[in-house]
């Protein structure tokens, strides 16, 4: 699978262990920034270079990394056609994409270890939408207040 993935300062460590492990995995990754621990950057830049890249279709799925997800995974919702979950447990992880069909998952560096990221980025790739009837029913609403505002 081709996976976005982006960070904030705060994130960059977890990312780039994150690349090495995804890319173990026979995954293409696309690393949308930034590139260092050591100057501040801002998550909304880099949640919107990788979200624009799922919209576009250059990746299939994304993974955007800050200090606790919180600001990635509001900044990532903002972009239209985006559904970003922030995911701290396994559950969550796949069943975020199983019932809500989520293209973008959330971490916070500052939350999580490398282990518990590892097995979270796992099981967000490797889930697919189920495609019940309620489950579409609900995105169909999403879309509609997408459209709405």
Do not use: W
Not at 115 to 128: G, H, R, V
């Amino acid at each position: 699978m081709k996976i976005g993935i982006a960070s904030d300062h705060a994130g960059y460590a977890l990312k780039e262990h994150l690349k090495s492990f995804l890319a173990k995995k026979r995954h293409k990754i696309i690393d949308f920034g930034t590139d260092s621990a050591d100057k501040p950057a801002d998550y909304p830049d880099f949640a919107k270079k990788v979200a624009q890249a799922v919209i576009a279709g250059r990746v299939e799925r994304a993974i955007i990394i800050c200090g606790s997800g919180v600001g990635a995974s509001v900044a990532a919702n903002k972009i239209k056609g985006i559904r970003a979950g922030l995911c701290h447990d396994t559950y969550s992880a796949h069943q975020a994409v199983e019932h809500d069909d989520i293209n973008i998952l959330c971490l916070g560096s500052r939350i999580i270890g490398q282990s518990l990221a590892q097995e979270l980025s796992a099981a967000f790739i490797k889930a697919k939408f189920s495609g019940e009837r309620r489950h579409k029913k609900r995105l169909d609403k999403i879309e509609k207040l997408e459209r709405e505002n």
